[in-house]
């Protein structure tokens, strides 16, 4: 109803504005000051144009949903049938008399064009508060909302990000670390070497807080939960890295010095660092822990050929491969009360739009002018379309979270693609669903490969080979041969000369005999393998 007395007001106000300007040409009966109030009169055309102009565009260019065209449109053309119309009145007159419009009334005029002009600018008023006041109760909501998903307070004694971050300042104040030459920096260092030798002794201390932090069951870093924003992510996160990278530096070290027993306990530590980023529930903080349980499993590969007691198995706890996807669909709940805190601070006034954009980029954010009109006018028009567009989106997600990714891999292609017609802050703060879905699902394929590698382990510690087809290891050493999330069969095992590859398919769907993923291509085809090599020094 807002809208429409909007749209009506607009109209009034501009034709009793044409209607005073020929009152006002009429009665002086110059031609400047006629042509001058010509002027005029299009000049306030011109400002009605523009609304249609940015309707077109964001109907025609950006190609949103909710666009305002036909609104913008009708108000145009109406109000260009009402200058002609009012024109060729206000210049009617009978033979020997003075046009119509100087006997119009110019102070009764000027007064109701005043009125209008104040009722049209109380009624959008009102309309923005009403939007404000909305908005905060969204940010009210926000916070409800990632609450319901934070970790709860935990006792400093059995806080292990108190430890961690003591850890991740030793490593931050470690400059060398992040040189080109350093090992930390280099996928597969030269093992050993004094380099390496060096910075595991530098950082022994920072070694044994990861293992203490590591062996805490609970973890939960200082964020204002209650107030969720994108400037409440990443602070950890890079350090994070490193000291996934230290940790598996240090797993590659032990077992290159034949200790195998250290070196499963540096993986353990990996991947219980892995489990405590993901406590902070957003999709960068999952992301992160992927990439830090990709590097635990990768030095598994490495140690396992090198097993020779089960006792050693036993150090580490794979946990269930089902773990991540119930991350994801914490994340995305945390992900979406970050986002709506961030859309609705637009609405109060809290963020820029320049604020806003480097926040989802990941810059530095500068407080800088407020745009006031701009933001009132996209407050008024189009943020609340956003935040509903927003919710149905990530309600969609959150559906999707709940199947195996096979299942919803092409609706997962045509909900993102929807993303550019929903809003212009959309792009920036809607998350790249396959993305997110597909490093999900190759987490979940590689650890169950990792726990097919490891029953493959036990079997050939009681066996003395290695089997020649999973089934071997239902029930004894698996419950089941787990399935695989891109085509939901179960996974594959290969023998090749010098290893056995378990593998999943891979995001393309396609069984390419264990070829691992060929990234420089420009396509992700290819398979996720867990190798085995067969004979190793420490091994039988």
Not at 481 to 492: H, I, M, S, T
Request: proline fraction near 6%; include cysteine; glycine fraction near 8%.
């Amino acid at each position: 109803m807002s809208y429409g007395l909007l749209w009506i007001e607009t109209l009034v106000t501009y034709l009793l504005w044409v209607g005073l300007l020929a009152a006002c040409a009429e009665r002086s009966g110059r031609t400047v000051v006629r042509v001058l109030n010509g002027m005029l009169i299009f000049l306030a055309l011109g400002l009605l144009a523009m609304p249609l102009v940015g309707a077109i565009a964001l109907k025609f260019l950006v190609g949103l949903t909710h666009n305002w065209f036909v609104y913008t449109l009708t108000l145009f053309i109406l109000a260009v049938v009402g200058t002609v119309m009012v024109s060729r009145r206000a210049g009617r007159a009978a033979p020997g008399l003075t046009a119509t419009a100087a006997q119009w009334p110019r102070g009764p005029l000027t007064l109701t064009f005043c009125g209008a002009l104040a009722l049209w600018l109380m009624t959008f008023w009102n309309m923005d508060l009403a939007v404000q006041t909305q908005m905060a109760t969204v940010q009210v909501e926000a916070g409800s909302l990632m609450l319901a998903v934070a970790p709860p307070p935990i006792d400093d004694a059995q806080n292990a990000a108190l430890i961690y971050e003591k850890a991740f300042a030793r490593l931050d104040a470690d400059k060398t670390l992040a040189e080109d030459t350093s090992p930390l920096k280099q996928d597969k260092p030269d093992m050993p070497s004094p380099a390496t030798a060096s910075l595991l002794d530098r950082h022994a201390r920072t070694l044994a807080l990861l293992h203490q932090a590591a062996a805490l069951p609970a973890c939960r870093f200082d964020h204002d939960f209650a107030h969720p924003s994108f400037e409440m992510l990443l602070p950890e996160l890079s350090k994070a890295r490193s000291a996934g990278r230290l940790l598996r530096l240090a797993a590659r070290s032990e077992l290159a010095q034949g200790r195998v027993d250290n070196a499963l306990d540096a993986i353990r530590d990996l991947l219980h660092l892995s489990r405590h980023m993901t406590v902070t529930p957003t999709l960068i903080n999952m992301l992160v822990a992927i990439s830090i349980e990709t590097m635990a499993r990768d030095t598994l590969a490495e140690v396992l050929p090198a097993v020779t007691r089960p006792a050693q198995l036993s150090a580490v706890d794979l946990g269930d491969a089902g773990y991540m996807q119930r991350n994801l669909r914490r994340s995305l709940e945390g992900e979406e009360a970050a986002a709506l805190a961030m859309l609705s601070g637009i609405g109060t006034g809290r963020y820029t739009f320049g604020e806003l954009t480097a926040m989802a980029d990941g810059s530095t954010v500068l407080n800088g002018t407020r745009d006031r009109p701009l933001a009132a006018l996209f407050r008024v028009f189009l943020l609340p379309d956003e935040i509903q567009n927003y919710r149905h989106y990530m309600a969609d997600t959150r559906k999707a979270a709940l199947e195996p990714y096979f299942k919803v891999q092409a609706s997962l292609h045509e909900t993102e693609n929807t993303i550019t017609h929903m809003g212009l802050l959309m792009r920036l703060l809607a998350p790249s669903l396959n993305g997110c879905f597909k490093q999900v699902a190759k987490s979940s394929a590689q650890h169950s490969t990792a726990q097919v590698a490891m029953a493959l382990t036990a079997y050939r510690l009681d066996h003395g080979q290695y089997p020649g087809k999973l089934d071997l290891l239902v029930p004894a050493y698996l419950d089941e041969v787990p399935l695989d999330p891109f085509d939901g069969k179960p996974l594959r095992l290969i023998a090749k000369p010098d290893e056995l590859v378990i593998y999943s398919v891979g995001p393309d769907g396609k069984d390419d005999g264990g070829t691992p993923i060929d990234h420089h291509n420009g396509k992700e085809t290819g398979d996720l393998p867990f190798g085995l090599k067969m004979k190793t020094d420490g091994g039988k």
